[in-house]
């Protein structure tokens, strides 16, 4: 059984989108046996967003938590189209001792891939298409350690009923591993979403499959988790479907991988 003891891409009341402190999540984190966990921070600057705010404020809270709670803890941030906002995502990174830098793809066609829009009058064969092109720059134009939630668009297809082919974006989707595996980044197998009735499980089965296909080996299994009930989500079924897709353990978690 492949063990996963770390969550490396969670969310604190430093993301605008979560609530819970990073104290909090240490203490549930220690609580459920787990020994390492990153708080891995939004920094988005697409319309209305900031940016990773509050940046001495975290790390202070980064330093009392190694401090307390006997587990590795590891400061991270979550970029967004990074490639898109090169001098602002470079100037954070340069700046602030992250430990994890996670490269996410977060909006399409000036629109964010959560709203059903990015579908709107496209084949949705298209949008798959054109999405795992966009994550592919991101891979090949910004130094990253991880790429979170590469499935994240099926999630709206799912969602919104939208019908598409997975074959018909193969090339496109092992392309974007063959990136990967070429810059040596870690792939996240995202767990949040795929104990949800509606999810896209046996889809995610074939592109991991595909993955090895294309020699792809670094894989580490991540809630997303935007509160303390959410650490470790569905890390059981992650681990069955890595096995099920030939994997037999996910990246070691050593000094020489954190960045």
């Known amino acids: 059984m492949i063990k996963i003891k770390t969550d490396l891409h969670t ?6 989108d979560a609530r819970d402190t990073p104290q909090a999540m240490c203490r549930r984190a220690a609580e459920m046996g787990l020994s390492g966990i990153a708080f891995t921070e939004h920094a988005e600057w697409f319309p209305q967003q900031k940016g990773f705010e509050e940046p001495h404020a975290y790390f ?18 979550e970029l967004g189209n990074p490639h898109r906002f090169e001098s602002e995502a470079r100037a954070l990174v340069e700046t602030y001792p992250f430990d994890i830098r996670i490269g996410s ?10 709203n059903k829009r990015v579908f709107n009058r496209r084949d949705p064969d298209e949008v798959l298409r054109d999405y795992f092109a ?5 891979v090949n134009n910004f130094p990253l350690d991880m790429v979170a939630h590469f499935d994240r668009i099926f999630m709206r297809a799912h969602y919104s009923r939208f019908s598409y082919d997975l074959l018909a974006a193969e ?9 990967i595996v070429a810059q040596g980044i870690v792939l996240e197998f995202n767990s949040k979403h ?12 074939t592109m991991l499959e595909w993955y090895r296909d294309e020699g792809g080996e670094r894989i580490m299994v991540n809630s997303d988790s935007h ?12 681990a069955q479907m890595l096995a099920q897709a030939g994997f037999s353990h996910v990246t070691p978690l050593e000094p020489a991988w954190l960045m």
């Open 105 to 114: 793809v977060h909006w399409l066609y000036d629109e964010n891939i959560h």
């Open 11 to 16: 969310h604190t009341n430093y993301s605008w």
């Open 60 to 77: 202070e809270d980064i330093a009392h938590c190694r401090a307390n709670f006997g587990l590795q803890v590891f400061s991270g941030v």
């Open 134 to 138: 966009e994550l592919e720059e991101m």
């Open 171 to 179: 090339e496109a989707i092992r392309s974007a591993f063959q990136a």
């Open 227 to 238: 509160g303390t009930g959410q650490i470790g989500r569905n890390f059981p079924i992650a």
């Open 194 to 205: 795929i104990g949800d009735k509606t999810n896209w499980n046996e889809d995610l089965l």
